[in-house]
């Protein structure tokens, strides 16, 4: 079992050793790069929005319940304050990076697995094309960079969900909250959240085309291969969640 | 020309092709036939080095493809055309896509340049009335064409094909022989057809390589068939009643030939 992980992990870095080199063909290469900015971030909009807004309306209420519950008194401006330390420290780019290693994880192991079995990588190899560095390279680029836009939308619906949510209840003022979100907060946790992020996004574009690329069989091992980088990404991003908050934040 | 020198192939403890010595000219259509786990896809894949043969030689017009260095390799890939059993056209390119992309990658050609040739290719498949269509949306005889087109629009030197008439109807299996051949001699490429189909067999077979469990049982063109020896052989290429009769009436009649051309001297070889 141990040593299975360990050429597993092996096999990860020469399949990235692979992956991480210069493009063949610049044209083919941004072609593709577009179609994965799309496919891997665009169409991650509609879950990431709705995600966070919910989060962010859920989260303000807890707030309020537990500041209201305190034994001492807290002011309703710490809802605020507290929704978006919340959102940038570890819901947007935490939480919302496991849903996308869901999403878009399922997606990259699935089309890659399905690209395996059908020869289609085969073809590939058989022309010339290196074709790690063909597929998992315009995945890697398109989620390091658009997944820190993700985030950065994120958090502001999550606040945005939050302000909703205190409307919506009439338990804090919009006063409140927004003297809340201005209160003083370090620059630093802004870059930790977005450094987490990309960090994030490179695993979550990786794990998953390593699973895909080493599909054996048929659409069953697809399927497999689809649910194993799912788990194993989200096992990633939460150790690393962990190692990088000690590293950063203690 | 291919020339294959004890070629050999082991998946861990099993030894699945046993020393294969064979030639394939250039010019003409060379097909490999034998059972289901007979290694025909291994050798195959092992000439394509997909597979990495354990031991032997594979020279490409007296390049070692085994011993070559990675750019010599490239070169090489960029001379092979190759069309899969089940085509491995990309799902999410169009038709016109999939042929363009081998031009996209290797060569610096204009985007009206590509576009000229790939209309050229599509013309000579006869697909022109599917070039802005998916992989999804077409027939497996038109998947199979479009495979064709893409494999030849680079001009290969090599052309390798593995089961091109599975899945088809027979109509549509003799357009594909047609093309095959037609386009091995207008191109004047090598062309390796691994096939199951005694038809292809019968009409195109120009050399002919029988492979049984890992071993070479025998060679010759498709002539030589009514009159082989071997007995495995005869077996599988006659192993329908209707090729069994047609046989025993070919030889009742002193007829080697189901084509019109003449049988040519007769060097089989039985290893």
Redesign the interface.
Same mark, same amino acid.
């Given at each position: 079992m141990l040593k299975k992980l360990f050429v597993a992990i092996g096999e990860y870095f020469i399949l990235l050793g692979k992956a991480i080199s210069k493009p063949q063909k610049r044209n083919v290469y941004l072609k593709l790069l577009v179609r994965e900015f799309y496919d891997l971030g665009v169409n991650s909009f509609g879950l990431v929005l709705f995600t966070s807004f919910f989060v962010g309306a859920v989260v303000a209420i807890q707030m309020y319940n537990n500041f209201s519950a305190s034994s001492f008194p807290i002011p309703n401006s710490f809802v605020g304050y507290a929704t978006k330390t919340v959102l940038i420290l570890e819901f947007s780019p935490t939480i919302i990076s496991v849903i996308l290693a869901g999403k878009v994880g399922s997606y990259i192991a699935s089309s890659i697995g399905t690209m395996r079995v059908t020869e289609q990588i085969d073809a590939l190899d058989i022309m010339g094309v290196n074709s790690p560095n063909f597929l998992i390279l315009p995945k890697i680029v398109a989620s390091v960079v658009f997944n820190p836009i993700l985030i950065a939308i994120s958090i502001v619906i999550g606040i945005w969900g939050g302000y909703v949510a205190g409307w919506a209840t009439g338990s804090w003022t919009k006063a409140d909250y927004i003297t809340g979100i201005q209160m003083y907060m370090p620059s630093y946790f802004i870059w930790y959240a977005f450094l987490k992020t990309a960090v994030f996004a490179f695993l979550i574009a990786t794990i998953p085309a390593y699973f895909g690329y080493n599909v054996k069989g048929g659409s069953l091992e697809v399927g497999r291969a689809s649910t194993q980088a799912v788990v194993w990404t989200m096992i990633s991003v939460i150790i690393m969640n962990l190692l990088l908050t000690q590293m950063f934040l203690s | 020309m291919i020339e294959v020198k004890e070629l050999r192939k082991s998946f861990d403890e099993v030894e699945v092709l046993k020393g294969i010595t064979t030639t394939f000219d250039t010019g003409k259509v060379n097909l490999i036939i034998g059972q289901s786990g007979s290694g025909k896809t291994v050798f195959l $894949?092992s000439l %394509?080095n @997909?597979y990495e043969p354990s031991s032997g030689a594979i020279l490409f017009d007296g390049r070692d493809i085994m011993t070559m260095s990675r750019e010599d $390799? +490239? @070169? %090489?890939?960029?001379e092979?055309g190759?069309v /899969? +059993?089940?085509s491995? %056209? !990309?799902?999410?390119m169009t038709v016109e896509e999939n042929i363009s /992309?081998?031009l996209?990658? /290797?060569t610096n050609l204009t985007y009206r340049e590509k576009k000229r040739k790939v209309l050229e290719v599509i013309g000579r498949v006869n697909l022109d009335k599917a070039n802005k269509k998916y992989p999804s949306e077409i027939s497996g005889g038109m998947q199979k064409r479009v495979a064709i087109a893409r494999a030849i629009v680079n001009n290969p030197k090599y052309l !390798?094909c593995d089961e091109p008439n599975s899945g088809l109807d027979p109509y549509t299996s003799n357009v594909i022989d047609d093309l095959l051949l037609e386009i091995t001699r207008e191109y004047n490429t090598t062309t390796i057809i691994n096939t199951h189909d005694m038809n292809s067999v019968m009409t195109i077979g120009e050399k002919i390589l029988y492979l049984r469990l890992g071993i070479k049982e025998w060679e010759g063109d498709k002539n030589m068939l009514t009159t082989a020896k071997n007995k495995n052989l005869i077996d599988f290429v006659y192993s329908s009643e209707l090729f069994k009769q047609l046989r025993e009436f070919m030889l009742e009649n002193d007829q080697t030939s189901l084509i019109n051309d003449k049988p040519e001297e007769n060097n089989e070889k039985i290893d």
């Open positions: - | $894949k %394509l @997909v $390799k +490239q @070169v %090489l890939r960029s092979i190759t /899969f +059993q089940g491995a %056209l !990309f799902d999410s /992309f081998p996209d990658m /290797f !390798f």
